[in-house]
């Protein structure tokens, strides 16, 4: 079967750097997607990898090892208004995003 | 632009009645998928269109749930009857048509948060 795996819940403070790791086992894949829920709101595009390495948007960073079948989104310079929950998805053989359960990121002061 | 259009952004409604919920999708987009996600979890494909016609609905409770997509642009979710287990948010996104060596993203509207009683 299709599984992505990621941590539940995570705590962070204010100012420092925090790394959601992601394991996934998929039919195929068509990249790997992370993307930012708030409470209450749809989730927004955060990062995109198709190929091996790192990806640098900001202060947001994504990496990506196909053959560990692994991710991580990194965030540095923590803000309280990057608490929120953390998705990864991969786009499988047929196109189709496979969700994990999302990581729930709490930024404390 | 406009992003993805969706109604309503509530809904209370008692087991075993109807419920409908509408999207609206980005102008041009060709693909569009609906979305449940439960509280705690991530999105579950309900079903997805490519214009007016189903690509994948292996995942949509036929028995209660349907879809449609007239004319290839808005699309309307129905649930009849609803269950206590429909609580959820339903979330449209729209993408152009996915293939490979492009970016593929998805974008969501606000959801229809569903409360069953």
């Known amino acids: 079967g299709q599984n992505i795996d990621q941590p539940t819940e995570m705590t962070a403070t204010e100012g420092a750097i925090v790394q959601i790791n992601c394991t996934y086992q998929?039919?195929?894949?068509?990249?790997l997607f992370w993307y930012q829920q708030h409470a209450g709101e749809a989730p927004t595009f955060l990062s995109y990898?198709?190929l091996d390495g790192l990806e640098e948007k900001g202060r947001f960073s994504s990496f990506l090892s196909r053959s560990k079948g692994y991710s991580y989104l990194l965030l540095k310079e923590l803000q309280m208004k990057d608490s929120a929950s953390y998705l990864c998805?991969?786009?499988?053989?047929?196109?189709?995003?496979?969700w994990g359960a999302g990581t729930k990121l709490i930024i404390k002061p | 632009e406009a992003g993805v259009a969706q109604s309503p952004r509530y809904k209370i409604i008692e087991k075993r009645q109807s419920v409908a919920f509408w999207c609206n999708p980005i102008?041009?987009?060709?693909?569009l998928y609906w979305y449940q996600q439960i509280l705690g979890q991530g999105p579950k494909l309900l079903i997805q269109?490519?214009?007016?016609?189903?690509?994948?609905d292996s995942q949509l409770p036929k028995d209660r749930f349907s879809a449609e997509r007239l004319k290839g642009v808005d699309s309307t979710l129905k649930i009849q009857p609803a269950k206590l287990e429909d609580s959820a948010v339903y979330l449209c996104?729209?993408?152009?048509?996915?293939?490979?060596?492009?970016?593929?993203?998805?974008?969501f509207g606000p959801g229809t948060r569903l409360t069953v009683l």
């Open positions: 102008s041009g987009h060709a693909t």
């Open positions: 996104a729209s993408s152009t048509p996915p293939r490979g060596g492009t970016l593929n993203e998805q974008f």
């Open positions: 269109f490519q214009n007016n016609g189903v690509v994948d």
């Open positions: 998929t039919s195929g894949f068509n990249g």
């Open positions: 990898n198709v």
């Open positions: 998805a991969v786009m499988d053989s047929n196109y189709q995003l496979i």
